[in-house]
T-cell receptor, first 116, second 114 residues
Framework: AQKVTQAQTEISVVEKEDVTLDCVYE???????LFWYKQPPSGELVFLIR??????QNEISGRYSWNFQKSTSSFNFTITASQVVDSAVYFC?????????????FGDGTTLTVKP | GAGVSQSPSNKVTEKGKDVELRCDPI?????LYWYRQSLGQGLEFLIY????????KSGLPSDRFSAERTGGSVSTLTIQRTQQEDSAVYLC????????????FGQGTRLTVV
């Protein structure tokens, strides 16, 4: 069975600090997808990134970066120079169904609060 | 429309009543998903539709839950004989296809069973 653990329930930082959100996953499959989504107070989930299990290359997108390490089954998300607008709930998700990435198991989320 | 639209945005119902939640996916998206998000928790997969294929209902929690998708577009999630534990935000998402493509989520329907 697949499982996603986001051990940090809540994180609070001051603007401009860097923050890393942890995600650890469990799966028996060798082919899978990993995702990060952002859920701002408005409630609508926003897709941030998708990674397949064959691609361990880390990715940077502006202030966002992701570190995928299969050896530790982790897919951590770092926000550099955080801003108040980054305040949201962030979800990590795993899909073992390589042909149906939308059928995912989500972690319980990490609530990030960025204070001015 | 530009995004996934869900209605109503909020629904309060009495225990035992039936409710219908509606999802209008992004035009042209063949895949449609329903998720449930209970307070303070992650998303729980309920069901997905892909084109004309039989839906994957493996996530539906009980036979009180059902969903249909008419004409490959609009979907309705029906909960019969609602219970208090059904209270949650029900999220709909759509994507162009199943394999690895980005899913776009609606803002959800907040269901409260009193």
């Amino acid at each position: 069975a697949q499982k996603v653990t986001q051990a940090q329930t809540e994180i609070s930082v001051v603007e401009k600090e860097d923050v890393t959100l942890d995600c650890v996953y469990e799966t028996r499959d060798t082919t899978y997808y990993l995702f990060w989504y952002k859920q701002p107070p408005s409630g609508e989930l926003v897709f941030l990134i998708r990674r397949n299990s064959f691609d361990e290359q880390n990715e940077i997108s502006g202030r966002y970066s992701w570190n995928f390490q299969k050896s530790t089954s982790s897919f951590n998300f770092t926000i550099t120079a955080s801003q108040v607008v980054d305040s949201a709930v962030y979800f990590c998700a795993l899909s073992e169904d390589f042909d149906n990435a939308g059928k995912s198991t989500f972690g319980d989320g990490t609530t990030l609060t960025v204070k001015p | 429309g530009a995004g996934v639209s869900q209605s109503p945005s909020n629904k309060v119902t009495e225990k035992g009543k039936d409710v219908e939640l509606r999802c209008d996916p992004i035009s042209g998206h063949t895949a449609l998903y329903w998720y449930r998000q209970s307070l303070g928790q992650g998303l729980e997969f309920l069901i997905y539709f892909q084109g004309n294929s039989a839906p994957d209902k493996s996530g539906l929690p009980s036979d009180r839950f059902s969903a249909e998708r008419t004409g490959g577009s609009v979907s309705t999630l029906t909960i019969q004989r609602t219970q208090q534990e059904d209270s949650a935000v029900y999220l709909c998402a759509s994507s162009l296809e199943l394999r690895g493509t980005e899913a776009f989520f609606g803002q959800g329907t907040r269901l409260t069973v009193v």
